[in-house]
């Protein structure tokens, strides 16, 4: 049987147009280099690498606004916009910081391209910079997210820091990521703080008995204790990397940096939060934990950086859904 060469001719476009519509809407490394006139990215990070040398604090909140982002309705920038009863409102994300950073980047953009970016990936390309300015090294990231149009904190159902590792898991499967991505993620608990109202519990009151959590290194209690006496009415902060060994108390804390100090930390049951020492203790995850721990640092990066890009593509808008937001703080008006 004979194929007339105009009979291939449409089976093989009709192939491109099936690959077409699969590929279509794909977030994809340059994004906006086909749409803009500039270098987009180039503006993100002409503006984040400075900030961040003078307020070591945004890479830390820029993680979190990211995971708190993607984990509420995909990496949408819902976080971002105002109201009353917005995901900004919600008991979680009332400590979430940088949203100024983010306005300010995206103002920059507008100069140079308007119309064309979205607040969505303003977040993750900021977000990268801000790992990079923090010695946590670059990596590329995708473009082309589109940004939500619905922001209700009732919506909002994130992790919290006493949370077990298999329920930490499950969210974390929910979204499309899986364990091991879960404890490479975690690591951006390299970088910030928390309060001590958040591990007063661990230190006084574990489960209600009235003592210290067992897990937690004896050393390291008696020096978070100095930071967060138990009748304290202040609510002070304490870094979450401790840095250290066993025989130590302080050590030489990195918390400014992204390394792979973190994971060195809990296999040293010295975890400020609870979920963070679980992840060193658990069947599921301490392999992967003393694997990041006892390898190089470029090894935890390369996880890391893997994981960022997985974070980044949760639940994603693009094509024609969602809008480009002219304001990260509003939809835009019809």
């Known amino acids: 049987m004979k194929v007339s060469a105009a009979a291939v001719a449409l089976a093989f ?108 990936d303003v977040v993750v390309m900021a977000t990268r910079d801000a790992v990079a300015a923090s010695k946590g090294g670059w990596y590329s990231v995708q473009t082309g997210r589109r940004d939500g149009l619905v922001s209700l904190a009732k919506n909002v159902n994130l992790p919290g820091p006493s949370i077990s590792v298999e329920n930490s898991a499950a969210i974390f499967n929910s979204k499309g990521i899986s364990i091991e991505d879960m404890v490479y993620l975690l690591g951006g608990h390299t970088v910030g703080v928390t309060h001590c109202s958040v591990i007063k519990n661990r230190l006084y009151n574990f489960n209600n008995t009235g003592s210290t959590d067992p897990t937690m290194q004896p050393a390291l209690a008696f020096f978070l204790k100095l930071k967060c006496p138990q009748t304290s009415t202040v609510d002070n902060t304490v870094d979450l990397d401790q840095g250290g060994s066993s025989l130590v108390i302080v050590g030489e804390p990195t918390s400014e940096i992204v390394d792979n100090s973190f994971y060195k930390q809990i296999v040293f049951r010295r975890g400020v939060l609870g979920i963070d020492q679980a992840l060193a203790l658990n069947q599921l995850t301490k392999d992967t934990v003393n694997k990041v721990a006892f390898s190089s640092n470029d090894y935890f990066l390369t996880k890391f950086h893997q994981a960022m890009v997985k974070l980044g593509a949760v639940e994603v808008l693009t094509d024609t859904q969602g809008e480009i937001r002219k304001s990260c703080r509003a939809i835009n008006k019809s």
């Open 13 to 120: 476009a009709l192939v491109l147009a099936n690959f077409a519509d699969q590929s279509h809407g794909a977030l994809q490394e340059g994004f906006y280099k086909r749409k803009c006139n500039v270098d987009v990215e180039k503006i993100v990070s002409n503006i984040i690498i400075p900030l961040v040398g003078q307020k070591p604090w945004i890479t830390p909140a820029l993680l979190r606004m990211q995971f708190h982002d993607c984990f509420v309705n995909g990496c949408d920038a819902s976080i971002l916009l105002d109201g009353s009863s917005s995901e900004k409102t919600a008991i979680p994300n009332q400590s979430v910081r940088g949203y100024d950073v983010i306005d300010l980047v995206k103002a920059a953009i507008e100069k140079s391209c308007p119309g064309l970016v979205s607040c969505a």
